[in-house]
Every structure is written in C-alpha cells, then in structure tokens.
C-alpha cells in the first residue's frame, strides 16, 4: 500500500471546527477549576534508595536549588516537602559516603505532583582523593555509551509529540523519520524498524503502538500513557546480556509507582484522543499512615474518527487502550508488581459525498484492520538481606490478534485481494540474579519461552491460500561480570548470551545455534573524572518473526514443490530436507524451515565530556554488520527494507543469506535544565546497505545519511514554557512500484524490485512549536498548551499517490491504467491544536 495512507492523521490540517471544539472544552474545565480558591503552593515528596540493593536511605538530604527548603530522609528513606512555591525546580540529593544526584526539571504543582523515586550510587574516588559525583547522563558498565534517556516531564513538553512517548523517542539522536515522518517506526542507525525490542519494568512488550504493522512495531500513534512514566531510555548499542533479540536498539520505559498517600489523577485531552488516569493507596489507611499497595490505572479513547469525518476524509481510525500497575511492598525485602497494557484497534472506510481523486485513491488501497493486543505482567524483587544484591523473576504473557484486510471493493468488503486473520500468544518467565562483591559485580538469568502462533491467509493475486499453526519453545541463558579497575579509572563488563528454540532451527543443541558474546569499556581520561573513552564490542541475534515461521505453501506434487521451491527462489534446500514429506505438502508446509537467527556484530567507540555538571558533548562512531538477514523471494529484496508502512511483514518465502552493513558517526550536545534553558542538539552521518538480489550491497531504503535533530526550552515566569523542535534527514530513500505489473493486481502493488534504493525524494524538515501554561488551584491544578507542527510551513516529500486513471468526475478512462494521482510533495501547512490536563 502507499505510505501516505495514514499521513492524513498529521498532514490534513484540522477545521476551525476541530480547533474550536477543543477551545471550549479548555474553557469549560479552566471556569470549572477556576471556582477554586488560586493557589500558589504544592508539596513534593519522594523515596531515596541504594542503587546496588534498593534499601532505603536514612539521612539523605534532599534540597531545592536556589532556595532555603530542605528535607531529610526518614528511617524507610521517605521524605516530604511542604509549603512550596509552585514552579520548576532543580533537586539536589546528597548522603555521606554517596554520589550527589541531581534532578533537573521538576515541577511543583499545588496537586497532582509525582512522588520522586530516586536511587544513589556509592560514591566514588580516584587519583588521590578526587571525588566523581554523579550527573544526570549517568550510564551502567554494561552500556557505556549509545544511550539516551528522558523524564517524563520532558516528554510532556515535547514539541510535536502530543504527550506521545513513542513519537518523542522518534525524536532522539540517530533515528530516522520514516517517509513522510508521520509513524512511529525507530529506525535506528540505518537498521530496519522492527530490529528493537520493548521493556515496561522489566516485563518485554511486543508492540508498543496502535495499527501497528505485524513483524515490525511502528504505528501511527502511541499507546503508553505518559502519566505512567517516570523515565523513559533508549539503548542503540552495548545492549546488557539480559536482553534477547536487539539488533538495534533496547527501549525502556520505567513506570512510577501511584501515590501512596491520597487518591488523584488527572484528565488529558489532547489533539487525538482524551483519557482518565486514577492512582492512589489501594485501601486508604489512617492519616499520615503509608499503603504499602497503590496503583495506576488509566484508560483512554480516540476521537480521530470524528475529527476526519468533519474534515471529510474518508478514514476512521477508532482506537481505546488501557494500563494499570499494582505495587505491593510485602515487606522490607520484597516486593510484588503487576502491570497490564492493551489496546482496540478498528480502522474502517466511509465513502465521500462527492469524487475526489485523493481520496479514491486511499479509499481502494486502505486496509480493514481489527486489531487487539494485551501485555500482562508479575514480577517478584527480592532484595538479599546482608545488602549485597537481589533476585528479579517476571512472568508475563502477551498476545496480539490481527485481522489486516483489503478488498477490491473495500466499502462493501466485496472480492478480497489480501487477508491475514493471525494471532501471536507468548509466556514468558525470566530469572535474573544479580550480586555484589566489593568493586565487582556478577548477574545470571534464564529465559523459559512458550509460544503459539495460527494464521490463516488468502492472496489470490500471489496464489496463496492456507491455514497455519505452531508452537514454539524458546530457552535463553545469560550472564555478565563487571568490575572497576586501576583505581577505578576504568569500568569492564563482559557480557555472553545463548538462546535456542525448537522449531525455527535444525535442532535445539545444534552449532546453528546463537552465541552471543559482548564487550564494554569505559575508561576516565581526565583527572577530574569529566572525560571519558568508551568502547563496545557485541554479537546479537534476533529470532526469525512468527510471520516467517508460519508462512506456508500447498504444493500438488513433489515435482511442483521443487520447482517452485527451487526455481522460483535461489534458495538451495538443506543437506538435511526430508523430500518424503512432499506429499505432505498437499495440506502445506512449512517454507521457511529451517530458519536462521539474524545476526548483527555492532563495533562502537566514542568520548564524551561534561563541561558542568548539567551539560555534556559527546562524538561516536558506530559500525554495525548483519548476517543471515532473511530475504524475500518473491520481492527480491532484503526485508530489512520493509516494515516502514501499513503491511504484514514476513508472510512469504524468504531464504536467509542476506548481508548488511550500516556506519557512520554521530555528534551530541545535551543540556539539562540550567538558568532556565534545556535542549539537545544532534547529528548523525550514516550509510545504510544490505544486499539485493544479486548479493551486492546496495543502499537500503533507510540511507538518509545526514540527521539533525534538535529540542529545547525556556522557562519562563508566571508557569509558561516555550518549547521547540526541528528534525531534518537527507534525502529519503522510498520502495518504487510497477505499475505496469500493478495493473494486474490493484490494489496490491507490486514492488519495482530493480530501483529499491535508487530512487529518492527530498530531504525531510520539519519544524514544530509549543506553548505551555499552568494554573495552580487548592484543589486541581490545569495545564494548557498551544502546538503548532510544521510551524514554518515546510513541504513534507511523500511518494505519489497511485490510482486508476479517471476523469474529474470519477469514471475510469480507457485503456485502463494506473497513473500517479498527486505530487511528490504534501503538507506544506502548519497545523495547530490545542491539549489541556487537568490535575485533582
């Protein structure tokens, strides 16, 4: 399908209608909030924890900079503030014997504030006596480099991000926009966007978007809720041997626990969607007395689908989602969490009252989805009792159910072109053991997998019609050692992580089998501890998609099954390949067994300096090398180049002997909060190439070589926040189709299999702007913004549009042809909303 069938979410602009509607709303509850009495201060309080074991912290000091207000920690590491002038601050917390921590950019409200959770590191000491205290960009041995993290007030003031998580790490250094910038695909360093893997407290979720594509991740929206964040990390290398198929970058985000002295929450309306978030102590005990159980929950609702029925757009995505989290603390060593997230996804059709051929276009080539997906999860920390470390298991299980459908006659579901009725179930149960010994520290963990896997496809134009099912069994085991050597100057970790299942490959001890060893080294070149050397070394390897694992394919005979099998792909049958199971093949069989685990070795070096303790500048150079990438036979391209649109991602025939390489290097500035300024400068050069059907290495559709990104703020007096951000790429690679083969099979498009990599469109750049206010009542408090994306009214380059050739009244001309139907270029209008949150 085309890119742009979808970009209408972001590049239509809304109605004055649209923006009116939202105005009142902002109206309504700002007169509502304003009965109460203007209130001009908030309370903040928190827990202070040892980072090596969590115990609380008896006597640490937390302190608001540029004022006289303190607090000191009680004997379970509490802390309250009271009476503070409602405004952002910077916290400083400090313990003998402990790194000084610093917390940029919190906001005091006179309600709805997040309790702080913040753990210290030992303190350090090196060359005589020269103390290394801790700074904000604070990194584990195990990933010295290649990672970026963000609170969560930071992404709420994000620009163009719309409270939307995964639209902000879209934003971070070294990822690419995709075509037209408007899904949340992380492509990260010219990799393929399905090469991340996602972590919500430990617990692995599959997909982390609503409409996501299946064998990749990306959507047009975000479904975590930002009220539940408390920070949030992207890893694009050195990734710690307790995660299992990363290629390219490990993101996590980390929830906050609900307020544990009083029931809250507050209420989001934004430009897409409007939700409810509650927390507080699950049963409410005597005043000042701690719940040793609260929760989160919210649960939020679209009105997209309203919002292009009054512009008259002829898409109507409806969305829900849901999270929760329960934290129990049993007592003083144990504690239990459980979180769930899930989403409803329905993407339909309505027909427009009068031709346009725009929106024709979109209306025959949109796909039907029903989409649900689920993520729930139990973990169980057990802190060891002498302080020296602790044990962490998690069991979990998620499944999505995806019904992707396109139909010749799309409104009346008349004469189906494709279907793909599928659903993924996994469980999981993770163990990891972490230990303490001095200056070192050991950690060990397995992996128990389970997973189901059914389909059922129907594509009549590439004659393929089956049912599928399997079950899979998956074991991973994983362990690291780190240590701090010649006077703690230099940091080592030593990481190795080996995984097997008992399907994809030729047998579940074989030599096929994933060994993945990594590296890490930091090392403080200055005497003042400002500058440092990292270095990495990783192996990595992702499992081949349950979309691959279950394509099949009916064959009458052996004879058609070895030339299809052998003719109409290069693939050479293994040594092994049982052809008395031929005939079986009359009921399908599995095409892509045995399968190969994609590998990818990452080599990274970099330094990086902190001038102050709010800033730092950092150069690296990356060089990433894949191996056994599966490669469609079909298309004739790496799949590396899929998974960027709206699309089933692996549902063919593939053989696994594609090759890659990405590299480049990247410039970083960041600065925290410091006189009022934040912001985070960064460009990246990169070559991104995986082979085509020759063999040869070609560029991949993800080669923009140059990125920039850029965001920053201001804090101004009176609670107002400016805020602003600018993504550039070079020019965008994009997949061409034949429309002359296409003809035969519209509304399926069929790639052009020879120009992939060839043609591109122009460089992306755009620019969006944000205005922030709140007001301070004694019982809510409001937030407000304005955001204007695309604020210098910059051309967005999208591909063409393909249609039937019509006249202007629609009828199809003949012969019949298929003919772009719009310019390469959309969007060249700035596009304003408006969003409130309301706190009680």
């Known amino acids: 399908m ?19 509607f939202q105005f009142r709303f902002v109206i309504i509850f700002f007169s509502v909030a304003s009965m109460a009495w203007t209130q001009s201060v908030g309370s903040l309080n928190g827990r202070i924890l040892d980072a090596n074991n969590d115990n609380p912290i008896f006597g640490a000091t937390v302190l608001l900079e540029g004022t006289n207000l303190a607090a000191i920690t009680d004997d379970m590491g509490y802390f309250q503030l009271n009476d503070v002038p409602v405004q952002t601050y910077n916290v400083t917390i400090s313990y003998l014997g402990y790194q000084t921590q610093f917390l940029y950019n919190v906001i005091v409200k006179s309600v709805g504030n ?24 604070r990194r584990s041995a195990e990933t010295p480099l290649s990672s970026q993290t963000f609170s969560a007030v930071e992404i709420e003031t994000y620009p163009g991000g719309n409270n939307d998580i995964t639209s902000v790490v879209q934003s971070m250094p070294g990822v690419s926009p995709t075509v037209g910038g408007f899904r949340n695909d992380l492509i990260i360093r010219g990799g393929a966007p399905n090469e991340t893997v996602y972590y919500l407290d430990d ?26 964040i408390n920070e949030v990390t992207l890893s694009t290398s050195a990734f710690g041997a307790q995660y299992d198929n990363a290629l390219s970058g490990v993101l996590q985000f980390r929830q906050r626990d609900g307020n544990f002295e009083k029931f809250g929450g507050n209420v989001r309306v934004g430009a897409s969607e409007a939700g409810i978030t509650l927390e507080g102590p699950l049963i409410k005990h005597r005043k000042n007395q701690l719940d040793n159980t609260t929760f989160l929950f919210s649960v939020r609702r679209s009105y997209l689908q309203f919002v292009f029925e009054l512009i008259g757009l002829p898409i109507r995505p409806d969305y829900w989602d849901y999270q929760w989290k329960v934290k129990h603390q049993i007592n003083r060593y144990n504690t239990l969490s459980f979180i769930g997230i899930g989403s409803i996804d329905d993407f339909s059709l309505e027909p427009d009252e009068a031709f346009d051929a725009i929106n024709q276009g979109i209306l ?3 796909p039907i989805i029903e989409q649900r997906t689920t993520t729930v999860g139990l973990s169980w920390r057990k802190k060891d009792k002498n302080s020296n470390g602790f044990l962490l298991t998690t069991l979990s299980t998620n499944q999505l159910q995806n019904v992707y459908s396109r139909y010749r006659d799309n409104l009346n579901r008349i004469d189906p072109t494709f279907i793909n009725d599928s659903q993924e179930q996994e469980t999981k149960l993770r163990f990891r053991r972490v230990k303490y010994f001095g200056d070192w520290k050991a950690e060990f963990g397995f992996l128990l997998q389970s997973s189901f896997y059914e389909n059922r496809s129907d594509i009549p134009y590439r004659g393929i019609n089956y049912e599928s099912h399997f079950t899979l069994f998956k074991t991973g085991v994983h362990g690291s050692i780190s240590t701090s050597l010649f006077k703690k100057r230099m940091t080592v970790s ?8 008992d ?6 001890w074989s030599r096929y089998q994933p060994f993945s060893p990594r590296l890490a080294i930091s090392y403080l070149i200055s005497n003042d501890g400002n500058t440092k050397f990292n270095a990495s070394i990783g192996e990595y390897y992702k499992m081949p998609l349950y979309t691959i694992l279950g394509y099949q394919e009916v064959y009458e005979s052996l004879s058609d099954m070895s030339h299809q099998r052998m003719g109409y792909s290069n693939r050479t049958l293994p040594n092994d390949f049982n052809y008395s199971r031929s005939f079986e093949c009359s009921q399908g069989c599995f095409e892509n067994k045995p399968a190969s685990y994609t590998r990818s070795i990452h080599y990274v070096v970099g330094l990086e300096h902190n001038p102050n303790r709010a800033t730092r500048i950092s150069i690296e150079g990356f060089l990433k090398r894949y191996s056994q990438y599966p490669v469609s036979s079909r298309d004739l391209i790496s799949l590396a180049n899929k998974g960027g649109d709206f699309e089933v991602v692996g549902n063919e025939r593939v053989n696994f002997d594609g090759t890659g390489r990405t590299y480049g290097f990247e410039l970083l500035y960041q600065r925290k909060l410091y006189k009022g300024f934040y912001g985070i400068l960064a460009y990246t050069y990169f ?10 290495l070609t560029p991949s559709i993800w080669d923009n070589r140059h990125l920039i990104s850029f965001n920053g703020g201001v804090k101004l007096k009176r609670n107002w926040e400016l805020s602003w951000r600018w993504r550039f790429s070079g020019r965008t690679p994009y997949i061409p189709y034949n429309l002359e083969a296409s003809l035969d099979t ?8 020879e120009n992939v990599g060839k043609e591109n469109l122009g460089s992306f750049s755009i620019a969006d702007l944000r205005i922030d206010k709140k007001w301070n009542f004694r019982k809510t408090a409001l937030g407000v913004y304005l955001e204007v994306q695309n604020f210098l009214v910059q051309t967005i380059p999208t591909p063409d549009r393909i249609g039937y050739d019509r006249d202007e009244n629609g009828a199809l001309q003949s012969p019949l042809t298929l003919v772009p139907i719009d310019s390469s270029e959309d969007g060249g209008t700035p596009i304003p909303s408006i969003g409130f949150v309301l706190y009680f």
């Open 687 to 696: 070559f991104s190439e995986f082979t085509n059907k020759a063999g040869k």
């Open 746 to 753: 519209y509304p399926e498009l069929v790639i052009d299999s």
């Open 114 to 137: 997040t309790p702080l959770l913040v753990s210290l590191d030992e303190q350090i000491e090196v060359l005589d006596q020269v103390i290394i205290n801790a700074n904000p960009f």
């Open 364 to 366: 025959e080539q949109s």
């Open 494 to 501: 030593l990481g190795v992580r080996y995984d097997t299942d």
């Open 2 to 20: 085309n890119y742009d069938t979808f970009e209408s979410i972001y590049f239509y602009p809304p109605s004055l209608k649209t923006i009116s």
């Open 503 to 508: 399907f994809s490959l030729h047998g579940v």
């Open 203 to 228: 617990i692995e979720i599959p997909n982390i978007n609503h409409f996501s594509t299946q064998g990749s991740a990306g959507g047009p929206v975000g479904l975590i809720n930002v009220s539940f």
